[in-house]
């Protein structure tokens, strides 16, 4: 990451207006692929994401099934048209990358016991990637696990936050991720309080990590609000919302 320009102006305000402690728009809909078992659809500033879960289901290959709990598959893909040139359709080392990291991010969450030799498989697709989609991309797929009725610890909150211009900033945007010095991103249990995910690209003081890591923790419960109102809409409508505000 090398910074080039100015990325915050002087009245602090980011490429894409947004103070340094703002999220991005961030919206969610739970339910909208039919044969899948649990899915969402986020969307996170202008990432587009889709996560369908299905599963619990007969592990194949068989050898992979393990006797005393369920075995959590993730696949984080990019569409060929997620980014301005073509990507190749093929899994990059990238992808795999953030596969592996995902899955680790919600096992803490799921009771695998609960459904011994059994498979679950969380597929995550990037119609639209504007950076921090690993962690739009955890949020979706925790919200299609509830969705899917898995038995579940926690739902698991992700949002990254970051160093730009020298100052410590929540959510961190495509630009500011490939010109800002630092890219931080965390995926949360918020009632267990426990981290499931946690990288860093880039260089951070003792200081500024301990901001940063803050930061993305206060992301990251406001992330909950987000996909716990996503689920009450699904299965209760507005009025239960309504009866929520007042
Ligand atoms: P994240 O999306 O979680 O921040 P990265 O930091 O690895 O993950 O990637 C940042 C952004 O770089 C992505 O969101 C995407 O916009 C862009 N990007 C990643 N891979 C490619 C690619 N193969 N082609 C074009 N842009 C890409």
Do not use: W
Request: charged share 30%; proline share 4%; hydrophobic share 40%.
């Amino acid at each position: 990451m090398v910074q080039t320009r100015s990325l915050i102006d002087e009245q602090g305000l980011r490429t894409d207006g947004r103070t340094t402690d703002e999220l991005r728009n961030v919206k969610i809909q739970v339910g909208i692929v039919k044969n899948a078992d649990g899915s969402a659809y986020i969307e996170f500033g202008k990432n587009r994401i889709i996560a369908a879960v299905y599963g619990p289901r007969e592990v194949h290959p068989k050898h992979m099934a393990q006797p005393d709990r369920c075995v959590l598959r993730c696949r984080y893909h990019m569409s060929p048209f997620s980014t301005d040139t073509r990507k190749n359709p093929a899994p990059s080392r990238r992808e795999v990358e953030i596969s592996k990291v995902m899955r680790e991010a919600l096992e803490p969450a799921v009771m695998l016991e609960d459904y011994p030799r059994a498979a679950i498989d969380v597929f995550v697709e990037v119609l639209q990637a504007d950076g921090g989609s690993r962690c739009a991309g955890i949020t979706a797929a925790s919200v299609a696990l509830a969705d899917a009725g898995i038995n579940m610890r926690d739902i698991v909150s992700a949002c990254a936050a970051g160093k730009v211009d020298g100052k410590i900033v929540l959510d961190i945007n495509d630009v500011e991720d490939k010109e800002g010095s630092a890219d931080m991103p965390l995926a949360y249990l918020p009632h267990l309080e426990r981290v499931t995910l946690l990288q860093l690209d880039g260089i951070l003081n003792q200081e500024e990590f301990n901001e940063c890591l803050d930061k993305a923790l206060q992301g990251c419960k406001m992330i909950y609000e987000i996909q716990r109102k996503a689920l009450i809409q699904k299965y209760f409508g507005d009025e239960q919302e309504l009866k929520e505000e007042s």
